[in-house]
């Protein structure tokens, strides 16, 4: 049972120790993870999916309940206790998606009924339908992205969940992060976007390859997140209406 | 001299890691040297010569790169000594997905690409599964989901090898990797053997025949519906 991970602070780019020393993340927490593009984001959430023991060149170390975890919970993927949806939009393996799938769900040790659910999941997150006899790798990048999201959520059940970037590629986010962060779970979203990230409980400042600051979401900001929902509710809405062909004549933007 | 052979299909990253683990190496305290076996080109010698460790370069030209290794590995050995190496550790040019390079002694290390796809490691053969540690690389560039089959697919291949993922960019798990090679054993090449023969190469192909039509050819031959024969006298 896992209850919290630790991140053991290391160094940023030019070798200075990162002023956040120590992160604790208990179960049923969702975090955020902020910065421009290049301050090293994907490196941290990268750390923790391979719960790092100071091998990787920010040196950082993560524990689980403490402790450092086992080499075999770190590789064997049916112990794995992380899910990642990684920053790729493209799959690069030559196979369908069944057979993708099913080879997925026989390495997480999940039952093959699987399959067909993430395939539905998928499709609910996304335009084009996919198909279990499609090539993976003639999936758009909206279709991939959705096909890993569900793969995340229901084939590789773990209780760490990382997700990066998931408002690239226009794929539902919201219906996506509901999938992805299930009940009691650990949860690291990194983003660019307002909406995501003030949906969170607390986020991690990055910039320059280290942990900044730690910006706890306060009760303002949470009443602006509903706000910002509504409006990202409007944009889909719209996004939709112009997907489907349609003209626009009227922008409600009274919140 | 200990010994660590390392194979992989070209541009998989066997320098990449070789350089971080090497240099872990040479933190612990242990003096390496490296030979890259290539055919026509490389430029590996810079890169490790950049991380100062004696380096050379073998160039097979018109002979088979991994033959050529296996045939030279006494004057590999003999080079390392002069330079003071404990550890001699030879990048091959892994071709040829019938060879596998590795000694019963030596420390066999294959590295493989995971962006290569989950079907390569049923496709290289005794490089792999005959290897010690498998060092899969690239991991970054493709899905949790497809790394964790790619493993799978290894370990179908050689269940018996160590899976090391690692990063040649990042250097990650290549501390891992030096950790392994401290355990490599020595070796002495007198009664030293191959793990895995090396492919029948014995035709008029090989003595520089260049017409196609089969009538020119003798030799041990084999037909694309199966059939092996020898032709000659
Ligand atoms: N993204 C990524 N690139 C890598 C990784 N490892 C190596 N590379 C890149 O892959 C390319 C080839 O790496 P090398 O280390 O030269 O490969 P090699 O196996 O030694 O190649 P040859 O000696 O020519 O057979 C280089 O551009 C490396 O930077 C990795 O883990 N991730
Ligand atoms: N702590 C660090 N030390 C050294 N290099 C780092 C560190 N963190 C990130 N980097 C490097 O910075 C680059 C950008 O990092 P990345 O995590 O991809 O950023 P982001 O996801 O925020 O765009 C990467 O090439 C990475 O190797
Ligand atoms: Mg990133
Ligand atoms: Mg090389």
Redesign the interface.
């Known amino acids: 049972m896992i209850e919290e991970i630790t991140i053991i602070g290391g160094f940023d780019k030019q070798e200075n120790p990162e002023p956040v020393k120590k992160v604790i993340i208990k179960k049923g927490e969702i975090f955020g993870v902020v910065g421009p593009t290049g301050s090293g984001k994907s490196s941290l959430i ?1 750390d923790i ?2 719960l ?1 023991q100071e ?3 920010s040196k950082r170390k993560i524990l689980v309940n403490g402790e450092e975890p086992s080499y075999e919970d770190r ?1 064997n ?1 049916r112990k ?1 206790m992380v ?4 920053q ?1 939009m493209n ?5 369908t998606v069944g057979d ?1 799938l099913s ?2 769900a ?3 040790g999940a039952h093959s009924k699987c399959v067909n659910a993430v395939i539905e999941l998928a499709n609910t997150l996304t335009g084009e339908p996919i198909k279990k006899e499609h090539d993976l790798t003639i999936l758009s990048g909206g279709q991939s992205r959705a096909l ?1 999201v569900a ?2 959520a229901i ?2 059940n773990s209780p760490i969940v990382l997700i990066d970037e998931l408002e690239n590629a226009g794929i539902r986010k919201h219906d996506a992060l509901k999938a992805l962060a299930g009940h009691g779970k650990i949860v690291m979203v990194v983003t660019h976007d307002p909406v995501l990230a003030l949906m969170t409980d607390k986020r991690i400042v990055m910039k320059n390859g280290g942990m900044q600051a730690i910006v706890g979401t306060n009760d303002k900001e949470k009443d602006l997140s509903k706000k910002l929902n509504k409006i990202d509710g409007l944009m889909l809405s719209l996004r939709d209406k112009v997907r489907n062909g349609e003209v626009i004549d009227n922008v409600d933007v009274k919140i | 001299m200990r010994m660590v052979i390392v194979a992989g299909t070209p541009g998989s990253g066997k320098t990449a890691v070789l350089i971080h683990a090497l240099q872990s190496i040479n933190e612990m305290g242990l003096k390496s040297a490296v030979v890259k076996i290539d055919c026509l080109y490389t430029d590996d010698d810079r890169k490790f010569a950049k991380i100062g460790v004696p380096t050379k370069v073998g160039l097979s030209m018109d002979m088979c790169p991994d033959h050529y290794a296996i045939y030279n590995l006494e004057e590999m050995i003999d080079w390392a000594g002069e330079n003071q190496a404990e550890l001699l550790v030879v990048e091959t040019a892994g071709l040829c997905h019938r060879c596998a390079p590795f000694t019963v002694n030596s420390l066999g290390v294959c590295v493989i690409d995971a ?1 290569s ?3 390569t490691p049923l496709k290289v053969g005794p490089f792999l599964s005959t290897a010690d540690i498998a060092v899969i690389t690239k991991g ?7 790394r ?2 790619f ?2 697919r290894i370990l179908e291949v050689n269940p018996e090898c160590k ?1 090391i ?1 690692a ?1 040649g960019l ?4 290549c ?2 990797l030096a950790d392994e090679f401290m355990k490599s054993q020595e070796v002495s090449l007198d009664q030293e053997k191959l793990r895995h023969s090396a492919p029948l190469a014995v035709c008029t192909l090989c003595v520089g025949e260049t017409r196609v039509n089969k009538k020119h050819h003798r030799g041990i031959l084999r037909r694309i519906d199966g059939f092996q024969s020898y032709e000659g006298e």
Do not use: W, Y
Not at chain 1, 83 to 86: E, G, K, R, V
Not at chain 2, 140 to 146: H, R, W
């Open positions: 990268g999916e391979q790092s091998d990787t060149f590789t993927p794995k899910a990642q949806l990684s790729n799959f690069l393996a030559d196979m993708f080879l997925h026989k390495c997480r890993m793969d995340v084939i590789s | 962006t796809g989950p079907n970054d560039m493709i899905s949790q989901a497809e964790e089959i493993r799978e899976i993922e990063n990042s250097g990650q798990g501390a891992e």
